[in-house]
């Protein structure tokens, strides 16, 4: 069968953590080990029931603030400084965008509640994207088998007529078990080499 999407995690893939001397920062205030902030935000059970749609963004910042005595105009700040350093890579935003019309697109995203006004407003990814697909809006999450089915059946296509691309080993595995082309990301440059090898092989085998 034909290539007819290619499928893009966002967070780690699209949007890339370039400076986190901020998240540093606010370790070395609260005396955490370097790392923990990423984990509390990221790792804990209350961001795993976020993914899930079973509780929210505020949540986890409101949890965060309590166990470090922080008042709300402090939290805010912590906030700011968290995301700061996040930077979209417009580079592979303008090749997703330049795969259409020719090939479907999406974004299979685990994320908060919110996640879809975000994507969208914030860095424009409505014009790179036909659909997007947001764990706490399906109540599901990678690696799960069933959202990337949710993914793939949204878009009309079947899952050996996918590729799919994200930063996580489990996910890229994931996303092969249902019979996707998995591509783990390293580097932009990797990313787009690796997408474009698939699709001109796909070619040629049509030819």
Do not use: C
């Not at 007819?4 to 606010?26: E, M, N, Q, S």
């Not at 079973?54 to 309590?66: E, H, K, M």
């Not at 079947?158 to 990301?185: R, W």
């Amino acid at each position: 069968m034909s290539i007819r999407a290619v499928i893009f995690d966002f967070g780690g893939v699209l949007v890339r953590t370039a400076d986190a001397a901020g998240r540093r920062r606010w370790e070395e205030r609260l005396g955490l080990a370097r790392g923990e902030l990423d984990r509390m935000v990221f790792a804990s059970e209350l961001s795993d029931r976020s993914m899930i749609g079973l509780a929210t963004q505020r949540d986890i910042w409101r949890y965060i603030g309590a166990r470090y005595g922080l008042d709300e105009e402090t939290l805010h700040q912590l906030r700011r400084d968290f995301w700061a350093g996040d930077r979209l890579d417009e580079v592979l935003v303008q090749f997703m965008g330049e795969l259409r019309p020719q090939y479907k697109t999406a974004i299979l995203s685990n994320a908060w509640p919110g996640a879809r006004e975000m994507f969208d407003e914030r860095f424009g990814l409505g014009r790179v994207a036909d659909l997007f697909v947001i764990s706490s809006e399906e109540g599901v999450a990678k690696p799960d088998p069933r959202i990337y089915h949710i993914a793939l059946d949204r878009l009309g296509v079947s899952p050996h007529e996918a590729v799919f691309v994200d930063d996580f080993a489990e996910n890229v595995e994931g996303a092969q078990a249902v019979g996707m082309t998995g591509i783990l990301f390293q580097s932009t440059d990797q990313v787009m080499a690796e997408v474009r090898r698939y699709l001109d092989d796909d070619l040629v085998t049509q030819s």
